[in-house]
C-alpha cells in the first residue's frame, strides 16, 4: 500500500486525495485541545473562601439584626373585638349589607412610634391566590381599553372579576388623645401608596379628554358587592378616582399567601404632634365595618409599624445569615480538621 | 472437568466454558465460525453480571459478532466494508481503539451521566416550589411562577449550559486518560448513573427547592417586606404580591440550577464562560424587556414591572444572595471532604496533574500515583488499592526533584536502572526479614 505524504498539520488542506483525504480538522475546536483553566475544588481553595464568608454572613446577619430590632409594630385583631362584634353579628346577613355599621376600638401606645408610622389593614385565611380568583380580572380594562368590559345583565361591569369585586372597604380614622388637650384626628396619607407604575402606566381610566369620569363610565354597572360604583371611589380628587383610586390598586395587587397586609396610609407629619412620629398614649380607631370575614373563618387586623429600609418586623434574614454564618464556619473547622489530619493531599500522596 | 452425562448427550459444555472464560483475563479464540463468534459474545453477555460486551472486526467473518455485542466496532480494512456498515462505530485502523475507548469513551460517559442526572435536579428544583405552593394557595393549582418563565426555563435560561458542557467537558487530559487505563475502572459498571447517585441528585434538587421556597416565604409572610424608597415621592413603601414571590423564586432557582453547574464544570473554554453568564444575562434581559412594556396583544399585564420593582428592594437582594448560598452550600462541602478523604483514581490523577502543572513526564508510572489514601478506599469500583509498597515510588521523587527534560533514550535507561536498584533493595529487604 504507498503511503500518501504526509500533509502540512495545522488548517484545512483543499483537494487531498487518498486515505487522509477524510482526516478531521486539525482545528483546536475539533481536538478537543481549546484552550482552557481547569479548576478544582480543593480544601485549599476553599478554605478561605468559607472563612471568609461565614464572617461577612456574621457582620451582614448582626447588622441587619439591629436594623431590625429598632422597628415597632402593634397589631389589633378587630374582628370581634369590642364593640365591632355587633358589627360582626350584622355583617353575618348578607341582606344587611347597604347598611353602614361603625365601631370603635381603644388602645394605647406605650412607646412612641418615631419616624414614619404605616398603617395597614391585615386579612388572615383569605386566599387571595387562588387560581380561579386570580384570573378572574380583567387588565386590559383596567388599562383603559374600554371594548373590554365583559356583560352581565345587559350592562357591562366596570371593574369586573372577583378581584375587583372583593375589595376590601372597611375604613378608618384614627384620633389621638393626648394627656393634654383635646383629642387629635391623625392625619394619613392616603394617596401615592400604590406602586408609581401600576398607577400611571397599569391601570388608566377610560379614555376622558373633555368628559367627566361619570360620563367616560357612562354604560357600566357597578361590581356586586359594591355600594357605589368606581367614579365615586374618591369623588374629591379626580387623580384618585375611577380605575386609578390607589386603594383599588393596592387590592388588585394579590398577596401571595392567606395571611397577608395591605397598606392603607402613612401618617402625615407635617403638623405637631405628629412631627417625630406617633407620640405615646391612648389612641382611638374608628372602624366603618364592612367587610364580612366569617363565610371563610378569617380574621381581621390593624397594623401600626415603623419601617427602616430593610421593611419591619421581620427577623428571618437577619437570623437566616446569622445560622448561615455559624453552619458555614462549622463546616470550614470540620474541613480545616479533616484536611489537616487526612493529609494535605497533592502534598503526601505517597503516604 | 467433565460435564455431567445429559449435558455431554446435549452437548452442553457452555456453563463449564463460561466459568473457565470468566477466570481468565484473556482468552484466545481461533479458527471461529461467525456464528460461533455470535455465540461467544452471546454467552459472555447473558453471563452473571451482564457485562457490556464490545466487539471489533474488520472483515465480513466478524459481522455477526459486531451485530450481537452491545458495542460493535468496525475498521476499515483491506478485507471491504461489511464490518463498517453494520457496526456503531468505525475506525480506520485497530489503534484507534485505545483513543476511542479510553479517551473518548469515557468523556462521553461522563458527559451524558452529568446531562442526565443534572435534567432530573434542575427540573425538580423548578416543579417542587411549585408544589409545595400549592398548600398556600388553597390547592388550586396557581402557578407560582408566569406563564412566560414556565415556557423558557427549559427551553432558553437552562438549557445551553447544560448542552454545552455535554459537548466539551473533560475531566481528566486526554494523554493521562491515554496512559493510565485503570481510570476507566472509575466508570466501570455504570457507576454514575446507579441509585446512591441518582438519589443525592434528587435529594440535593428537594433540598434547593426547600430552602428557596421557604427562604422566600419566610421573607414575605405576613411581613412588610416592601421595596425601599423615598418616602412622599412617587415610589414610597410599596407591596409586593404574588407575582413578585414568584419571580423572586424563578430568580434564586435559575442562579442556583446555574451555578451548579458552574461547580461541577472542571473544563472552561470561552464556550463555556460565553454559554453560561450569557444565559444569565439572557435570563435578566428577558425579565426586564417582559415586565418593561405594556403588551399590547395580552390581555393580563401581571408581570408589568414586577421584575424590576423586586431588584430594586434591598431586603430582596439579600435574601436572593443567601438563597443561593444557602442551596450550594451543601454540594461544595460534600465535594471537597470527598476529595479529601475518599479521593477516586480519577481525583487523584487532577490533584497530581494540578500539582505537577502537567509536566507528568511520558514515563512517569502513574501507579505510583494511585496511593490509597489513610482513611480508606471503598469508591465507585477502583478498589485497587495495593498495600505493597511501590518500589518504583522512588522514581517519582526523583523525577520531582530534577524536573530536567531527558530524551526518551535516556528516561527509558534511567527506567532500566531505577528498577534494578528497587528490586535490589526489595531482595534486601526479604533477606534481612528471613
Not at chain 1, 59 to 70: A, D, M, P
Not at chain 1, 163 to 178: E, K, Q, W
Not at chain 2, 190 to 206: C, D, E, H
Not at chain 2, 346 to 364: C, H, M, P, V, W
Request: with cysteine.
Amino acid at each position: 500500500m504507498v503511503d500518501v505524504p504526509e500533509v502540512p498539520l495545522m488548517g484545512k488542506v483543499k483537494g487531498k486525495s487518498g486515505p487522509l483525504a477524510r482526516r478531521p480538522d486539525n482545528s483546536a475546536f475539533k481536538q478537543q485541545r481549546l484552550p482552557a483553566w481547569s479548576p478544582m475544588l480543593t480544601a485549599n481553595t476553599v478554605l478561605p473562601f468559607f472563612y471568609l464568608m461565614s464572617l461577612i454572613c456574621m457582620l451582614l446577619g448582626v447588622w441587619l439584626l439591629l436594623t431590625v430590632q429598632s422597628t415597632q409594630e402593634i397589631k389589633l385583631d378587630y374582628t370581634e373585638a369590642g364593640t365591632c362584634d355587633i358589627c360582626f353579628e350584622k355583617r353575618k346577613n348578607s341582606s344587611n349589607a347597604a347598611q353602614p355599621c361603625s365601631c370603635t376600638l381603644v388602645f394605647p401606645i406605650k412607646k412612641a412610634l418615631k419616624g414614619d408610622v404605616f398603617f395597614y389593614y391585615g386579612l388572615q385565611n383569605f386566599h387571595q391566590n387562588l387560581r380561579r380568583y386570580m384570573d378572574s380580572r380583567d387588565d386590559g380594562q383596567m388599562v383603559g381599553r374600554k371594548k373590554n368590559l365583559k356583560d352581565q345583565n345587559g350592562l357591562p361591569i366596570a371593574p369586573c372579576g372577583a378581584v375587583a369585586n372583593s375589595i376590601f372597604n372597611d375604613s378608618f380614622i384614627l384620633t389621638y388623645h393626648g394627656s393634654s388637650g383635646p383629642s387629635v384626628l391623625v392625619p394619613l396619607l392616603r394617596k401615592g401608596i400604590a406602586w408609581y407604575t401600576d398607577k400611571n402606566v397599569k391601570y388608566r381610566n377610560p379614555n376622558n379628554d373633555n368628559m367627566t369620569l361619570v360620563q367616560a363610565f357612562e354604560g357600566t354597572a357597578q361590581p356586586l358587592y359594591w355600594q357605589k360604583p368606581v367614579y365615586e371611589l374618591d369623588p374629591l380628587d379626580p387623580t384618585n378616582n375611577g380605575f386609578i383610586n390607589d386603594d383599588l390598586i393596592i387590592w388588585m395587587r394579590e398577596a401571595a399567601f392567606p395571611n397577608f397586609k395591605k397598606l392603607y396610609g402613612v401618617l402625615y407629619r407635617a403638623n405637631q404632634p405628629f412631627t417625630k412620629g406617633l407620640p405615646a398614649g391612648n389612641y382611638t380607631i374608628n372602624i366603618s365595618y364592612n367587610f364580612p370575614v366569617q363565610y371563610f373563618q378569617g380574621r381581621k387586623e390593624v397594623v401600626l409599624t415603623t419601617l427602616t429600609w430593610f421593611g419591619g418586623q421581620n427577623h428571618f434574614l437577619p437570623v437566616a445569615y446569622l445560622v448561615t454564618s455559624c453552619l458555614t464556619l462549622l463546616m470550614a473547622v470540620i474541613l480545616t480538621v479533616a484536611w489537616w489530619k487526612f493529609g494535605k493531599n497533592g502534598k503526601r500522596m505517597e503516604e | 472437568m467433565r460435564p455431567t452425562q445429559e449435558d455431554s448427550i446435549s452437548g452442553n459444555y457452555k456453563e463449564i466454558f463460561l466459568e473457565i472464560c470468566r477466570n481468565c483475563s484473556a482468552v484466545l479464540c481461533c479458527r471461529m465460525a461467525p456464528l460461533q463468534k455470535a455465540q461467544i459474545v452471546k454467552l459472555i453477555k447473558a453471563s452473571k453480571e451482564h457485562p457490556i460486551t464490545l466487539a471489533i472486526g474488520d472483515g465480513a467473518n466478524d459481522v455477526s459478532m459486531i451485530l450481537e455485542a452491545h458495542v460493535g466496532i468496525g475498521i476499515m480494512g483491506k478485507e471491504g466494508r461489511q464490518a463498517v456498515r453494520n457496526s456503531d462505530y468505525a475506525i480506520p485502523k485497530f489503534k484507534h481503539l485505545k483513543k476511542m475507548l479510553l479517551v473518548h469513551g469515557h468523556y462521553y460517559y461522563i458527559r451524558i451521566s452529568e446531562l442526565v442526572q443534572y435534567f432530573f435536579y434542575k427540573n425538580v428544583c423548578f416543579i417542587f416550589p411549585q408544589f409545595l405552593y400549592q398548600f398556600f394557595c388553597g390547592f388550586s393549582q396557581q402557578p407560582l411562577y408566569d406563564t412566560a418563565y414556565l415556557t423558557l426555563y427549559n427551553i432558553s435560561f437552562t438549557s445551553l449550559p447544560i448542552l454545552l458542557y455535554s459537548l466539551i467537558e473533560q475531566h481528566i487530559n486526554m494523554d493521562i486518560l491515554k496512559k493510565d487505563p485503570s481510570l476507566y475502572r472509575d466508570i466501570a459498571k455504570n457507576s454514575l448513573l446507579r441509585w446512591p447517585i441518582f438519589l443525592y441528585w434528587t435529594i440535593l434538587g428537594v433540598y434547593d427547592a426547600i430552602v428557596m421556597f421557604f427562604g422566600a416565604y419566610f421573607l414575605f409572610d405576613n411581613t412588610t417586606f416592601t421595596s425601599n424608597g423615598q418616602l412622599m415621592t412617587t415610589n414610597t413603601q410599596m407591596m409586593f404580591g404574588n407575582w413578585t414571590f414568584g419571580t423572586l423564586v424563578f430568580t434564586v432557582l435559575v442562579f442556583t440550577v446555574t451555578f451548579k453547574l458552574v461547580l461541577d464544570t472542571h473544563y472552561w473554554t470561552w464556550i463555556n464562560h460565553f454559554v453560561i453568564w450569557g444565559s444569565l444575562i439572557f435570563f435578566v434581559v428577558f425579565s426586564l424587556l417582559w415586565g418593561g412594556i405594556i403588551w399590547p396583544f395580552l390581555n393580563y399585564q401581571r408581570m408589568y414591572y414586577v421584575f424590576m420593582q423586586m431588584l430594586s428592594s434591598g431586603p430582596a437582594w439579600l435574601s436572593i444572595i443567601l438563597l443561593i448560598t444557602a442551596s450550594l452550600l451543601p454540594d461544595v462541602v460534600k465535594k471537597v471532604i470527598w476529595r479529601a478523604l475518599w479521593p477516586t483514581t480519577t481525583e487523584r490523577i487532577q490533584n497530581a496533574d494540578k500539582l505537577y502543572k502537567g509536566q507528568l513526564s511520558e514515563f512517569t508510572p502513574l501507579a505510583s500515583l494511585h496511593a490509597p489514601s489513610k482513611a480508606g478506599s471503598h469508591r465507585r469500583g477502583s478498589g485497587n488499592e495495593r498495600n505493597v509498597p511501590n518500589p518504583r515510588r522512588l522514581w517519582l521523587k526523583r523525577d520531582k526533584r530534577s524536573r530536567t527534560i531527558r530524551s526518551p533514550k535516556e528516561e527509558r535507561d534511567n527506567e532500566v536502572r531505577m528498577m534494578k536498584k528497587a528490586a535490589a533493595a526489595v531482595m534486601m529487604r526479604r533477606m534481612a526479614l528471613k
